[in-house]
Each structure stands twice: as C-alpha cells, then as structure tokens.
C-alpha cells in the first residue's frame, strides 16, 4: 500500500538540520570556529534559537506542542483515533562544548521530516505520532547525561535536575537556565503526564563498527552500563622549589597514578574508565597542587562488570592516595608525604536492554527501506554510549537505529555522515513508528 513506499526527502532533511546548526557554530571555549562543529551547550542562548525553531516548525505543521518543567518538548501530530498516546520519535538538540551535527540533532530533524512526509502524502496514523526534544542529554553543560528523559521517567528526582550546576563557570543552576530561556514549562516532568506508545530513536553510531563491516544500519538491541564518579584528593599546597619529595603531598601526583591505575583495572575487565574533567587547585605554576578533583566514567556491558572495576576503585585509591605504588610507576622509591581520597558516585545508567516489537519493528523496517540487501547490510548491534532511549524504555516500548558515521568519530568537530546515510537512518525511522502504530 501507500505507506510502504513512502520516502523521505534527503534535501529537505539536511537542508533543515544545517540551517539549525547555525545556532551554536560559535566559539568554543577558545578554539576557533570550524566548518561542521557545533557548540550548542543545553539551554545556552543558541539552544533556546534551535528549540524555538523547533516549536514553531512542528506547530506550522499541525503538531500540538508542550513544554515540560524539564525543558522537554513534545510535538504531537493527531492520528485517527486519539484514545492512546502517540508513538514518538526523538532526540536531543543539545551538544558537546566541541560537538558535531549529527548527534542528537540527526534523530530530531528526522522525527520532524517524518511529520512532514506524513502531511504531505495526507497520512493519517492511526494513533497520534510525535517528535521530542530532551533536555541536556549530554550531560555537558549540567554534569548528568540524559537529565531529563530521566527526569520523565521518574528515574532522577526533578529537584535533583533542576538543582544541577553548570560545569563553567559554575555559576547558573538548571531551573534558572530553563528560566531565563523560556523553556520552563508547565506539564510535570512524568511520564504519566506526557504519555508515550513508544519511543524510537534514530542517532550516528558514534564508534566504528558499522563503517567498518560495511553495514548501512544498526538494529540497536541495547545499551551498555555506566557510571560517573567524581574523585577528590588532598594533599596541601606547598612551595615547588623549596619542598623536597619527601615533604610534599602532591594531589595531581596522587591524582595521576589513580587515573593510570582505573585505566589498567578497566582493561583487565573489558571495561572502559576515563577521566574528562580535571580540576586542580591552586592552579599556580610554583606551588604544588594541594587539591584535585577528577571525574571517572566507567562502561561496560554488564553492570556486574561496572560494579567490580568500582569496588576496586574504591578499595585502591585510599591506598594510592596513602602512598602505596599500584599504579606501576617508579617514584624512586621516595616516600611522600600521604594524601587522601573521596569518592563520590555521581550517576549511574544500568545496562539496558531494548524492547522486542520495536527492534523488531526497526528490523522490518530497514529491511524494507535496504530492499533485498536489507540483511546483509543490517546488524544488532549494543550502544556504547547512553542516549535518552535508555530511560524511555523503562517506561514505555522503546529501540533506536543506528547509522555509520566517519570513522567512528564523535565528540568531535569533524563528526560526519552522509547525506545518503542520514535519509536511510530518517527513512527506518518513519517506517518503524509506521509498523508501531499499525501494532
Ligand atoms: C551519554 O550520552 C553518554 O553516553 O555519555
Ligand atoms: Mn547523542
Ligand atoms: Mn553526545
Ligand atoms: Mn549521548
């Protein structure tokens, strides 16, 4: 029937999503402006441009759009029967201090071509369809990745959201940004206020094994664990020039072993840990710093695995911290003086697994769009990075598509995806919420 030959419109869909990316092609945080990269930090002046783009452009084609107390926006396009919420798809507008713009971006201008490709082919669903905007999936600007679907899901406590604080400079908090923007909205953050059918996301894969085997889409099955720490650890300010090894307590030293030592207990479990952020005070080239915090992200698929590569964490940095050499490196044997160590366990994203009709509904649905290569040119694959998706699912039937990306690259300026490969993404997109609504 109609329905299964419906098309997305590749120039419409880039033209579209570059035309939004000119808000936040800025400066970056002292580098310089490049052609693809994408500085849009949630809820800055640039992501209020986009979300108000957003509003208008899904209102201008019939959506009824709401706003909730977590910046969340949900436009809804009514369907034959309006008895049942709307399947959604969506993602976030948001991105990394040096982002690109494809993530998050890619699976809300989608959401949004898929309205209108519905519209003008004078579809009508027969449950509503829709396209969300997350708040702050990034985690970037205010430290706790996918905030505000877990908000929604009623996985984070709104008060715990609205009062997290902006990593720079430190100043505002959430609700006051949402506040200033205009995207403090007035439906409760709930899933039970804003209902979904289901949830599917389309987004770059964001490593490179879809490039790499040669496959067009990512039938995603699930998403790997994670946790953030932040490690604090004191030693005391002293003179560099004037404080010999065995006087000084050094917390970037202390500091630095940690890391390497994460690193190798990660490695020895098919774990990731990585550290992005480093603070060190006082911050002066001739005394020694006295005081560090670090943060700590650790991955795996398991989350027994993420729990042991904790536990050894926290067993071996006091001891790290109190002087004894498990990092492997070789201090000359020269005793220093003893720092200690905090650990504070900031968020934490099981391992989750995806809903069986939607992965089966993106399976059909790209084998449809691929056509008889669909197989060969399809595989399951486990999201290594956590997306909004992680918490739609515990509320409602959720999957995502994924789609290769240029070596892998993400969290990077010179993050790229074919057009071609954006408009199949776009195109499985429409033809799972498609095979959802007709569920
Ligand atoms: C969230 O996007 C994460 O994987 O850090
Ligand atoms: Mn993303
Ligand atoms: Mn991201
Ligand atoms: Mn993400």
């Given at each position: 029937d109609a329905l299964k030959s419906l098309k997305v419109n590749k120039k419409r869909l880039m033209k579209d999503l570059h035309h939004t990316c000119q808000w936040g092609t800025g400066k970056r945080w002292g580098k310089a402006e490049t052609e693809t990269g994408m500085t849009r930090l949630a809820l800055s002046d640039s992501d209020k441009q986009a979300r108000d783009w957003f509003v208008k452009t899904t209102e201008d084609l019939g959506c009824k759009v709401t706003v909730d107390e977590m910046g969340n926006i949900f436009a809804v396009r009514p369907g034959l029967k309006n008895d049942k919420p709307a399947t959604f798809a969506g993602s976030h507008l948001d991105t990394q201090p040096t982002g690109g713009r494809y993530d998050g971006i890619l699976g809300v201008h989608a959401g949004i071509e898929m309205i209108k490709v519905l519209n003008e082919n004078w579809i009508e669903t027969e449950y509503p369809v829709g396209v969300v905007n997350w708040t702050n999936e990034e985690g970037a600007r205010f430290p706790m990745s996918m905030s505000s679907s877990g908000v929604w899901a009623g996985s984070i406590p709104l008060a715990a959201a609205h009062n997290l604080r902006e990593v720079?400079?430190?100043?505002?908090?959430m609700a006051e940004e949402l506040s200033r923007i205009g995207y403090?909205?007035?439906?409760?953050?709930?899933h039970e206020a804003t209902l979904m059918a289901a949830h599917f996301e389309l987004h770059i894969e964001q490593g490179p094994l879809l490039e790499m085997a040669n496959k067009k889409v990512g039938v995603v099955i699930g998403v790997q664990a994670y946790k953030w720490l932040t490690v604090n650890v004191k030693g005391r300010d002293t003179h560099t020039g004037t404080t010999d090894l065995k006087s000084r307590a050094d917390a970037l030293l202390a500091a630095s072993k940690m890391i390497l030592h994460s690193h190798r207990l990660a490695t020895a479990h098919n774990a990731l840990a990585s550290t992005g952020i480093l603070n060190l005070k006082p911050g002066s080239t001739n005394t020694v710093p006295g005081d560090v915090s670090f943060s700590l992200d650790i991955r795996a698929p398991a989350d027994e695995t993420v729990a042991s590569v904790l536990a050894l964490v926290q067993q071996d940095f006091p001891k790290i911290a109190a002087g004894?050499?498990?990092?492997?490196?070789?201090?000359?044997?020269t005793p220093s003086l003893p720092c200690t160590v905090s650990i504070t366990e900031d968020f934490d994203s099981p391992a989750t697994t995806f809903h069986a009709s939607c992965i089966d509904a993106v399976t059909r649905a790209a084998q449809r769009v691929l056509g008889p290569d669909g197989k060969s040119l399809t595989m399951e694959m486990t999201s290594g990075a956590g997306h909004d998706s992680v918490y739609t699912s515990k509320r409602c039937p959720t999957s995502m598509i994924f789609i290769p990306c240029r070596e892998g690259m993400s969290h990077n300026p010179e993050e790229f995806c074919k057009e071609e490969d954006c408009a199949i993404g776009a195109e499985v997109l429409l033809h799972s919420v498609l095979r959802f609504d007709r569920m």
């Open positions: 720079h400079p430190g100043t505002a908090t403090l909205g007035s439906v409760a953050a709930s004894e050499n498990l990092s492997g490196l070789n201090d000359g044997g």
